[in-house]
């Protein structure tokens, strides 16, 4: 179920909740705020039974809003993420141990599988070294040097995040391994690393990163259409990610 919000006239800076409740008992079952939403704004769950939804205004002088409401079935099933492993010790040595299927080794070669499409929102981009031997660098596809770079969050403030939305469109379980490395940091970042589902938000796995500046993976099997959120933990770092790899 959707429920899509517009600030049409933008008059004043509206601020709404938008709860789910039981309609049997009145227990509030989940509850999203919204403001800033000039430009048109989805919530959207996964739902069951019998509900009520509550719009509820935070600011004085304006009206709390909805716009449309909108069913189809549920992706909930068919949006997962199973948490295998942490794994320390491959570093940047992953060919023949992931991305058999394909990968993106950041700033260098992107080469996809088929049955994925890899969208990333938020994130920049930047290069340590371009060329170099030391073992925490991700290999270079066929080459014998490697290279250090990653993908990073926009602010240095705790909380400030990227992500990468990865929709595997055969509906098939697939592996896929993120690659961190702190290569500067001297093992104070800190970062967030959640798997999402892409259609409702709701959080399928979560995981916190910390001395990393060896490297590390972080694999799961994954299912369907979810979003890959990266967030900073730690004030005066980013939050990064070096490398995303397909298949075993």
């Not at 240095?156 to 990227?162: I, N």
């Not at 409702?200 to 259409?225: E, I, K, M, P």
């Amino acid at each position: 179920m959707a429920v899509y919000a517009v600030d049409w006239d933008g008059a004043g800076p509206r601020s709404e909740t938008i709860s789910i409740l039981s309609a049997t008992s009145g227990a509030v079952l989940n509850s999203q705020t919204l403001s800033s939403f000039q430009g048109g704004q989805y919530l959207v769950w996964n739902v069951s039974g019998h509900i009520q939804v509550r719009v509820t205004n935070l600011v004085a002088g304006s009206n709390a809003v909805i716009s449309g409401l909108f069913f189809s079935p549920s992706q909930a099933s068919a949006n997962t993420a199973t948490y295998i492993t942490t794994d320390g010790t491959t570093q940047g040595s992953w060919e023949g141990v992931y991305g058999a299927d394909g990968y993106n080794v950041i700033n260098d070669v992107v080469n996809y599988p088929s049955y994925a499409t890899v969208t990333p929102a938020a994130n920049l981009n930047y290069l340590w070294t371009a060329s170099i031997s030391d073992p925490r660098a991700l290999q270079k596809p066929g080459l014998t040097n490697r290279i250090a770079a990653c993908w990073y969050t926009p602010a240095l403030t705790v909380g400030s995040s990227f992500s990468v939305q990865v929709n595997l469109t055969d509906q098939k379980p697939h592996e896929v391994a993120l690659y961190m490395l702190d290569w500067d940091g001297f093992n104070i970042r800190s970062q967030q690393v959640q798997i999402l589902d892409a259609i409702s938000g709701a959080v399928l796995d979560s995981r916190t990163v910390s001395s990393f500046s060896s490297g590390q993976y972080l694999v799961w099997t994954l299912t369907g259409n979810v979003r890959i959120q990266v967030t900073n933990n730690v004030a005066g770092y980013n939050g990064v990610i070096s490398g995303l790899f397909f298949g075993q």
